[in-house]
């Protein structure tokens, strides 16, 4: 749970993989953002199994923006992969069919971070989908501003890959506008 300023007023806000259904009987005088974290379903279920299902992420967007929330889409991880485009093109439909208070639903678009360490824990515990995490081959290190080595796509190829993501989203839907991308 983060604080922030906008628009000058102090507002909350927070990323979820679950429907917090108990949060609709709360008045958050707008005061509260609540970002649904989205991926494909198929990534999902290989990378996220114990969280709540896309369709049920998107089908609560309205519940909560007409209980007051400031809601956003949270595209985190974005995971390349073969097919990746495809399967954001499904995730993209979904949005445009299910919400209805399209005029009130941001995004964010957060590309995959990730490091040696939290690789060697996954590899260890045979965790599935680190085929798709780890990919060295379009990944480079990058220190981060505390200091530690990551794992990120490689700048010339990331480029590329936000180009793509910002304008498969636009030609699906252009009504979720990208507070920010990286």
Known sequence: FTFFRDHEL???S??????????????PKGKIRIRFSLMPEELR??????????INRIEAIDKFV?????VDVNFSPVVVYAGWLEAYEELFKLLDIYVENKNEV???????????DKHQYNVTNKLPGESLLWQPDIQEDKVSQYGGTNIRYKSGL???????????HKSIIPWNTIRYIF
Request: hydrophobic share 40%; glycine share 4%; no cysteine.
């Open 14 to 27: 927070f990323a979820t993989k679950t429907i917090p259904n108990k949060f609709l009987e709360f008045d």
């Open 10 to 12: 102090a507002m909350g």
């Open 158 to 168: 990331k480029y590329k890959y936000i180009q793509q993501f910002k304008a498969l």
């Open 66 to 70: 007409e209980a007051g929330y400031d």
């Open 106 to 116: 941001n995004a964010e678009v957060i590309f995959l971070t990730h490091n040696k």
């Open 45 to 54: 279920q290989r990378l996220e199994p114990n969280t709540a299902p896309i």
